[in-house]
């Protein structure tokens, strides 16, 4: 992993602005061309260096709190992906339009149905209403964790109120709404409408909208120059762009804001079900706990830390429906939810300085026998730090309640996941780290002859084979010092002093098997 500094907070947004299109249903990348589009809007209307910085974070972090309340809509609506996904196109900031596409999407084309879909909508009008203001106030707290001054937050709560003071949540009137606000909006629709039709149906409808939702003077601007705007999507990296248009010296967060904003994306991650609740927070100190345990480095164990944080972002690409099933999913289902670590990996995996990180976090469901999931890896290259967050992330999840049991004992969840390790699923090793951390008993482990420890045999061998100290504790992914130890160990209990006499007695003691 780079060093803490060399990230970027545009990389951390970015990737969360990628996470937010698949809890959405909308395409990847749909917000990226969004901020693009508003930075390049922006720059015509003449906004301040303020403004142009505003325009550009809210256009990534319009959608953060789409995961607020997503149990209780889907439970609505349905799959939420699926009917947040089909409003892509439609002004759903006008009541009568939105009314519209509910009735379709819940009745139906049968009469009947759309007057039970009516029905069920007006009934649940309060849960909605209470619903909208839930996701800007978690999209507010959110940008206050990733360290955004207040005006952003308040931007963010702004993006889909109309200029006919008939949006929501709050029904601002339009002198109220902020400028990035007001940009944003019609950067969004400018960005849907071209993927869809081409820049003269993103002209027309920006120009349809001025006066109603949109701000007449801004949808002018953007009418006069929507080829120039527009064309900043005709790139082939997006990402990159992204990167390269953020306004002024590039945002770097230091150690303790990086992991404040990753708290955040685990948090983003976690508000898809109400059994999830907390639970990357919890997985991740649990996780870098066992780090410490196992003789992981301090650098090794933050990297734990981080990725477990982050580890369950996949899971806003699965719908709350099957979060929240209590009955066996089917295959559909089983297969959404197997990939989820595999859409971890694709959103967080473009921020090319947290690439350790994603790599430990998009591995734990791997099993060492090779039936885990999205990739079906081998033991052989499932690293230590993988191998306990993953331990770390099933004990946990054990003892959280789920829809289809309750929450198991720090006995029971112990005892099942010995269970897992004895059937060649979890490292046994990664397993005593993790109930360690726990504060569950851990059994003395087995010795080998003169009293050395399975991880001192494993020093030993790789001592044998002229590895230096260094070479060592990378391959065991341990501090220096910590390998020292272990070699004076190792010396003190077979009676030796040098490397070459501590390799015969290895080999008289038949531990050199695995070399």
Do not use: N
């Amino acid at each position: 992993m780079a060093d803490t500094p060399q990230v970027r907070l545009a990389e951390v947004v970015g990737a969360l602005s990628l996470a937010t299109d698949v809890g959405m249903g909308s395409p990847l990348e749909l917000g990226l061309g969004t901020c693009l589009v508003a930075r390049r809007l922006a720059d015509e209307l003449g906004c301040t260096p303020a403004e142009q910085r505003r325009v550009y974070w809210v256009a990534l972090l319009r959608h953060i709190g789409c995961t607020a309340g997503s149990h209780e809509f889907a439970a609505l609506v349905g799959d939420e992906i699926e009917f947040r996904g089909g409003l892509g196109g439609v002004d759903f900031t006008d009541q009568r339009v939105l009314l519209s596409y509910v009735l379709r999407a819940l009745g139906g084309d049968s009469p009947i149905g759309r007057v039970r879909a009516l029905a069920r909508f007006v009934s649940s009008a309060g849960a909605v209403k209470e619903g909208s203001l839930a996701v800007c106030e978690v999209a507010s707290r959110l940008a206050d964790a990733l360290g955004f001054e207040p005006e952003v937050r308040r931007d963010i709560t702004e993006v889909y109120e109309r200029w006919d003071g008939k949006g929501f949540p709050s029904r601002i009137p339009a002198v109220r709404v902020s400028v990035p606000a007001r940009v944003v909006a019609v950067a969004e629709a400018a960005e849907i409408f071209a993927r869809l039709e081409g820049p003269d149906a993103a002209r027309a409808v920006v120009t349809e909208r001025a006066g109603h939702a949109f701000d007449p003077e801004i949808a002018a601007c953007f009418a006069a120059h929507a080829g120039a705007i527009l064309g900043a999507l005709d790139r082939d990296d997006l990402w990159a762009d992204m990167l390269a248009a953020e306004p002024g010296t590039p945002a770097r967060p230091d150690p303790e804001a990086l992991e404040r904003a990753l708290r955040a994306v685990g948090d983003f991650a976690d508000l898809k079900s109400p059994y999830t609740a907390g639970h990357s927070r919890a997985v991740a100190e649990l996780a870098s706990g066992a780090a410490e345990h196992a003789g992981l480095d301090g650098a090794m164990q933050r990297r734990v830390l981080l990725a477990g944080l982050v580890h369950d972002v996949g899971r806003v690409g699965v719908s709350a429906i099957v979060w929240g099933k209590e009955g066996p999913l089917s295959r559909t289902e089983w297969e959404q939810v197997r990939l989820h670590p595999y859409t971890t990996e694709r959103v967080l995996g473009r921020a090319e300085s947290l690439r350790d990180v994603i790599a430990i976090a998009a591995a734990h469901h791997e099993r060492l026998d090779g039936s885990g999931y999205h990739r079906g890896m081998p033991a052989s290259v499932i690293g230590r730090p993988a191998r306990l967050l993953a331990a770390a992330d099933a004990f946990h999840a054990m003892t959280e309640p789920r829809p289809h049991r309750p929450a198991l004992a720090p006995e029971q969840a112990t005892a099942e996941l010995r269970r897992e390790a004895s059937a060649g699923r979890f490292d046994p090793d990664a397993v005593d780290a993790v109930l360690a951390a726990a504060g569950r008993p851990v059994p003395r482990r087995r010795t080998h002859v003169a009293g050395l420890t399975p991880r001192e045999v494993e020093v030993l061998r790789l001592l044998a084979r002229g590895m230096s100290i260094k070479a060592i504790a990378a391959e065991l992914t341990v501090a220096p010092k910590t390998v020292d130890a272990h070699i004076q160990h190792i010396y003190a209990k077979a009676g030796v002093s040098t490397r070459a006499a501590a390799t015969l007695f290895a080999a008289e003691h038949d531990l050199l098997e695995t070399l």
